[in-house]
């Protein structure tokens, strides 16, 4: 079974400070993602990794950074946290498409709250 | 602008039912469209997937149909059970440079009730 952790279900931090959110799966995909997911706007790419030290922003990149070291792990740093940052965090994995399209893996999420 | 729309309000069915939920979109040429099940405080789950050159697939007691020109893909749950009640994302396949990414609709509450 593919499984995609993260490292908090609920975290509490002050605006300001810098926060790191983990993921990390054990299926050997080259493609890693992160999402967030706020009531009436569904889920939105922050961005994506599709393979080590490789990342690629999505439509929200503002306020985020990201860092690929070793394949199983995809971190998001937010440099000085605000409260518009408040939401749930998903982190996803996948293989690479070509001409064959596959299905991404979610974590449990990560809910942020900026205080 | 590009859109992809699902609807917002939720759709209540009784049990034994049909459920079928509507995902279109506008300014998006997706080589394919996947659906996903979310339930409450958890990630999404991957159900089907179907590629720009089918029309209809299949999976047990889910269907889903892609019709590119009408830009709309629906997405059917034959003989619903109160286990089906969730939220059901659909999301466009694009292609880019490096790599696959999903573009997601907002998600559609189904509420099946006994």
């Known amino acids: 079974d593919v499984k995609v952790t993260q490292s908090s279900r609920y975290l509490v931090k002050r605006t300001g400070e810098k926060v790191f959110l983990e993921c990390v799966q054990d299926?050997?995909?080259?493609?890693m993602f992160w999402y967030r997911q706020d009531p009436g706007l569904g889920l939105r790419l922050i961005y994506f990794?599709?393979?080590?030290?490789?990342?690629e922003k999505g439509d929200i990149p503002e306020g985020y950074s990201v860092s690929r070291e070793k394949k199983e792990r995809f971190s998001l740093i937010l440099e000085s946290a605000s409260t518009n940052q408040t939401s749930m965090y998903l982190c996803?994995?996948?293989?690479?498409?070509?001409?064959?399209?596959?299905?991404?893996?979610f974590g449990p999420g990560t809910r942020l709250t900026v205080t | 602008s590009q859109k992809i729309e699902q609807n917002s309000e939720a759709l209540n069915i009784q049990e034994g039912k049909t459920a079928t939920l509507t995902c279109n979109y506008t300014?998006?040429?997706?080589?394919?469209l996947q659906w996903y099940r979310q339930d409450p405080g958890r990630g999404p789950v991957f159900l089907l997937l179907?590629?720009?050159?089918?029309k209809e697939k299949r999976k047990e007691r889910l269907k889903v149909t892609f019709d590119t020109t009408l830009k709309q893909s629906l997405f059917h749950i034959t003989a619903s059970q109160p286990a089906d009640s969730a939220t059901y994302l659909c999301?466009?396949?694009?292609?880019?440079?490096?790599?696959?990414?999903?573009?997601f609709g907002t998600g559609t509450q189904l509420k099946v009730e006994l």
């Open positions: 179907i590629r720009e050159n089918e």
């Open positions: 299926m050997d995909h080259e493609n």
């Open positions: 999301a466009l396949g694009l292609r880019t440079g490096g790599g696959n990414k999903l573009t």
């Open positions: 996803a994995s996948s293989f690479p498409s070509g001409r064959v399209a596959y299905e991404q893996y």
């Open positions: 990794s599709y393979d080590v030290k490789m990342k």
């Open positions: 300014n998006y040429s997706p080589a394919y």
